[in-house]
Every structure is written in C-alpha cells, then in structure tokens.
C-alpha cells in the first residue's frame, strides 16, 4: 500500500513538473505576440508575460533574450519622437522602471544587459546572444562603464567566432573599430561583412559615410569588387558629394572592361548624371567599340545629348538603327532625336518604321499624331489616330482622340462620329459626353440656315 501512495505521489509531481512547464511555455507564447508601436499598457501586457515565462521556466535562455529584446525595443522607442509620449505610462506598467522618460534609455540599458547575460549562462554557444550583448556595450556610456568597449568587443568577437559567415557580426565588428579610430581594422571587417552578406553593402557606405565622410574609404572597401566599385558612385551622388562620385567614376571606368553588362549599365547610368563630366567619362569606355549591346549603346547616346552633343548623340543612334534595323524601339530613339534637331521628315520616316514593326505600341502612333499636331496638320494627325483605332477599335480613348483631331480641324462631322463611337464604349464617361456635346452644338451651329440680311445691316458673319 505505501508502494503504491508513493508511486502516487511521484506521479503527481511529474505532472505538476509538466502542467508548470506548459504553463510556462504558454505565457511565452502569449509573450512573442509584437505590439508595434508599444504603448504603456501593452508594453506592461508584454512585460508581464515574459516575467511569468521566466518564473515558470528559469532555464530557458529563449525567455532571457526576449526579455533583453523588449528592453532594447522600449529604448528605440523611447529616442523616436513620435512614440515618447507613450513612454509616461511605462512606470504605472512595469514593476522599477522611472517615471521621468529622460531616464527610461539608462534603466532599459541596465535591464537589457541583465538579461542577454543570463541568456548567455544558460546557452554559452548562442552567437546571437552575445551580439546582442555586444550591441548593448556599444551604447553603454563611458562614464558608466570604463571598461564597456572593452566587454562590446569581446562579445561581438565571440558571436563572430561562434558564427564566422554572419556579415551583421562583421559589421558591427567593422562600427567598433571605426569608432575606436582604427580605420584599417574597420575597413578589413567591412569587407568581411559584405563578403558574407553583399545586402549589407549600402549600409556599410553609409555607416563610414556617417563617422568620417571620407570617400578614400570607402574605396579601400570597394577595391576589388566590380559590383561595389560600379555602386560606390551612386551612394556618393545620393550624398551629394559629386567629386567624389567622379573620382569613384574614373577608378571604376579603368577597369571596366572586365565588367558585367549588368555593372556597365549601372556605371553608364552614374556617369550620365554626373552630366558635365558624362561625355569625356562615355568616350573613354573603348570597350564599347568592339561590346556593342543596344542596352549600352542607346545610355551611351543619351550621354551625348545630357552632354549637348546632339549631332555626335543622332551619328551614333543611326549606326545603331543600322545595325538593328528590326528593333522598334531604336527607329522610335532616333525619330526623337531627330525631332529634338527640327528634321521632320526624318521624324515621321522613323516613327512610320517603328509603328512597322510593332503595330500594337500605341505610343508610336501618339507620338507621331502630336508631331503633325504641332505642326498644324491635323488632317495628318486624324488618320494616323484612324489608323490606330483599326488596332484597338474597342478602346474610348482612341475614338476621343479622333474627335479631338477632327474637331482642331473644324471637321464638325467626324467629330461627332467619333465621339459617338466614346460615349458607345464609355457611356459614363462625363468628358466624352460633355465633348460629344460640344461637337453637336457646333454642328448644328455650322448647319443653321441663316437668316437674310435687313437693308441697312451688315451680313451676319
């Protein structure tokens, strides 16, 4: 009998043990639900369950880490403007936090740290504990803690060797260095982070950018990577540092030969917005000359024009009209370079091959349709609109625009037509209606009989 109360008892006990860890797992479940933005009474929520997470379950480093996270999230909070307000009521919500917000960033600082360290005792090997750790000794005041670099360092070096290809751990590495005035060490981690993580590569410019605005290293960490060398001088035009950007230019453009069409482009593309120093950079890409790929060519050409060279910029899209005869968007290129420089039959030449060739590009007709427009031929213009609404006789749109035409060019009658044909397609449509209307009334205007002249009056005009 004794056997069997104790066998009982012991029974008891293990299923105590269970329902408390289920227990406890289930408040941290609850716990991971992420209120975005915290306010006082969810943060409070929030705090509560991961608290009861921990009492339930001691050993479980996950609970200590997200408790580090909740604190390092309440203190970005707490520097954004726009959410300080919420941070008055975190007093009344959770258990030792100030009243004054002046004073949350050094107590959540304090809190964090507690927590990724006891994370960090109940799972030694978790690089991300110890980058977090790491993370929170960087913003540790010196005043604080004299030897709070000296722990940042040690921690993000361990997350490092316990993750070597994480490229977020090598960045950080690399803000260390950079903070504690060793460029060299910084750059060699930079390197490092985009190596394992090129995603990281933007941020890397800006965080170098940020401390000492000094292009030449950010070179030394572009060195020897043609998709950072080609995207080293984007940021710095983003920056506004254009001599730096053509400085980036000019290396980048030495060794562009041995570059991707993919870099080529993206380096075109930064030297035409550079615009007074496009050109020259554009000629001395020789590797153009025996490369062609139309993508290149017609960047190449618009780099001449930015440049005010029209004449060079048409000479060089013909050449490449010539050698892609069949390509619609060329003839289209070099019809608006012609029109640029007044040659209208040259224009109208292209435009018609280009509508040859691809038959359904509206925008070819339109093009062409606004160029006899502006010439005063609107007669030009309603036949090409004629010929469009053959490809698309469906669509409102091209029947307005025929009415549009017709009616600049006092045809009353195929104005009305047309516009007939809109208000079919798009009978709620008020400005097709309202243009109907006016077509109309013009008409009718045009075809009243006139009433005779009385003696003594002028005619009616």
Not at 12 to 19: E, G, N, R, T
Not at 246 to 263: I, M, N, P, T
Not at 302 to 309: A, F, N, V
Request: hydrophobic content about 40%; proline content about 6%.
């Amino acid at each position: 009998m004794s056997f069997v109360r104790f066998a009982t008892s012991l029974l008891l006990c293990a299923m105590m043990i269970v329902l408390a860890c289920l227990h406890g797992y289930a408040w941290y479940c609850l716990a991971q639900c992420d209120f975005q933005p915290y306010t006082g009474e969810q943060a409070g929520q929030k705090h509560m369950l991961l608290n009861r997470a921990r009492m339930c379950e001691p050993d479980n480093a996950r609970v200590y880490y997200d408790l580090g996270r909740f604190y390092d999230h309440i203190r970005e909070q707490e520097t954004r403007s726009d959410n300080v307000i919420n941070m008055f009521y975190l007093a009344e919500n959770i258990p030792g936090m100030p009243a004054k917000p002046t004073a949350i960033r050094s107590k959540c600082l304090e809190l964090a740290m507690d927590a990724y360290g006891k994370a960090i005792d109940r799972d030694p090997r978790n690089a991300l504990y110890h980058y977090r750790l790491g993370r929170v000794y960087l913003d540790v005041p010196i005043a604080l803690d004299e030897f709070a670099r000296e722990k940042a360092l040690n921690e993000l070096k361990e997350a490092m060797e316990l993750d070597p290809t994480n490229g977020l751990y090598h960045y950080w590495l690399g803000i260390y260095y950079q903070t504690q005035g060793s460029l060299d060490g910084a750059i060699s981690k930079y390197r490092d982070a985009i190596r394992h993580d090129p995603d990281l590569a933007v941020s890397v410019f800006r965080t170098v950018w940020d401390i000492d605005h000094y292009p030449p290293s950010l070179q030394a960490i572009a060195q020897g990577r043609e998709d950072l060398e080609t995207k080293l001088p984007e940021f710095l035009l983003q920056a506004g540092n254009t001599a730096g950007a053509r400085a980036a230019c000019v290396a980048a453009c030495q060794k562009a030969d041995g570059f991707s069409v993919e870099h080529q482009v993206r380096l075109l593309r930064c030297l035409i917005r550079l615009k007074e120093a496009a050109l020259t950079r554009l000629f001395a890409l020789e590797w153009l000359e025996y490369r062609p790929a139309v993508p290149l060519e017609m960047m190449l050409v618009s780099g001449m024009e930015e440049g005010g060279r029209r004449d060079l910029a048409i000479g060089r899209m013909e050449k490449v009209t010539t050698r892609n005869p069949a390509s619609a968007k060329c003839h289209a290129r070099l019809a608006d370079l012609y029109q640029a420089a007044g040659r209208f039959e040259d224009v109208v030449r292209e435009y018609e091959k280009a509508i040859e060739i691809e038959p359904r590009q509206s925008d070819y007709y339109e093009r062409l349709a606004d160029l006899y427009r502006r010439q005063g031929n609107f007669a030009a213009a309603v036949i090409v609109y004629q010929r469009l609404a053959e490809v698309f006789p469906e669509n409102p749109l091209v029947h307005y625009r025929i009415g549009a035409a017709c009616m600049a060019a006092k045809d009353f009658d195929g104005a009305v037509a047309a516009f007939r044909l809109a208000v079919e397609l798009a009978p709620d449509n008020p400005t097709v209606r309202r243009a109907l209307a006016m077509a109309a009334g013009l008409k009718a205007q045009r075809d009243a009989p006139k009433s005779p002249a009385k003696p003594g009056a002028p005619p009616e005009p």
